[in-house]
């Protein structure tokens, strides 16, 4: 960081008030006082004596407040280090599942499973981390949709109320067409180009009122491209009757988030575990790339309001010190009167 003065031909106005000084006629002197006083004399000595070096330091503190001023004029600011941002980037929106069936531990990592929501928390936190100049939105849908995080640069917001979203929170259903629509919404404003939504799911839509395949055709004809992502092992380990365990298949409805992606211009993926979950955000990171090019920009912080305060205060004190001649004086006049 430095401290730059962003008017600095402001500085030549240090030595005007020598310039006045100088250049200004002299005022004329006083008229001799039309009343004599009985102890004028004493009245002269009392204030020669606590006057004069008083009047020094109203000099001294004077002469700071007018270099105060002039600093302030000059506007010194604090230019931070360089920050590099994309010139353009992405708009996307992440539209989250959070039916009851994403509670389901089927998402295999190393030597446990993990339920669905949280290996979706894990691996889509570390794809939003890397979208560094994209903006960012986060949709959570179960009965309903509705709108969590809107586009924005801040992906630490992104992360965290992502990383806070419950199951069950909007419903124990699915409604994909809801979430579309949603999504197709908060694009609609953004340049065609960057508009993108990456819809995680693991059912069927059976909620809504919005039908997903006619919500794909309305986010192909605004130019939204949709990846959909299925989440969730082909089949899955239930306890059945009489401790006996059997395997029950899911109910994603593959042809559906086939084809929404396919009407949109985008790619449906299958995830069956954390495995492959990431690999799919490895592609996405690779098919929608991060915009290379930057511009840069320093930050500034202006500090003229410091100098000015304090040129404020040196005015007020010396104003302060000056009035408290008077009643002096005054008290002097009642003693000898």
Do not use: C
């Amino acid at each position: 960081m430095t401290i730059e003065l962003a008017w600095p031909w402001a500085l030549a106005a240090l030595p005007l008030p020598l310039l006045l000084a100088y250049l200004l006629p002299r005022a004329a002197a006083a008229s001799p006082a039309t009343l004599h006083f009985p102890f004028l004399g004493e009245l002269n000595t009392m204030l020669e004596d606590g006057a004069g070096p008083r009047s020094r330091w109203h000099l001294v503190i004077a002469t700071l407040a007018w270099l105060l001023l002039v600093a302030a004029a000059a506007r010194p600011q604090m230019i931070g280090e360089t920050v590099r941002l994309p010139v353009t980037g992405r708009s996307i929106m992440l539209a989250v599942d959070l039916s009851g069936s994403m509670q389901t531990e089927d998402m295999a990592t190393g030597s446990h499973a993990i339920s669905r929501l949280r290996a979706v928390k894990e691996v889509a936190g570390d794809f939003i981390e890397r979208r560094a100049g994209d903006r960012l939105g986060l949709i959570l849908f179960g009965d309903e949709a509705y709108t969590q995080v809107p586009l924005t640069l801040d992906r630490k917001t992104v992360r965290t109320l992502l990383d806070e979203a419950q199951i069950g929170l909007a419903g124990q259903r699915t409604a994909i067409g809801d979430a579309i629509g949603l999504a197709i919404k908060r694009l609609r404003d953004e340049p065609e180009k960057n508009r993108v939504l990456i819809l995680l799911t693991d059912g069927a839509s059976n909620a809504g009122n919005v039908d997903p395949l006619k919500a794909a055709d309305l986010a192909a004809h605004e130019g939204v491209r949709i990846y959909t992502i299925g989440v969730g092992a082909d089949e899955t380990v239930v306890q059945g009757p009489f401790g006996m365990s059997q395997f029950v298949r899911g109910d994603l409805d593959e042809a559906s988030l086939k084809a929404i992606a396919q009407k949109t211009g985008g790619r449906y993926f299958r995830a069956s575990d954390v495995g492959s979950l990431a690999q799919i955000y490895g592609l996405l990171d690779k098919m929608e790339p991060v915009s290379k090019d930057e511009q840069s920009w320093r930050p500034v912080e202006e500090l003229y309001a410091w100098p000015l305060a304090a040129a404020l205060l040196l005015t007020i004190a010396i104003a302060l010190s000056i009035g408290g001649l008077l009643p002096q004086a005054r008290s002097v006049e009642v003693e000898h009167a």
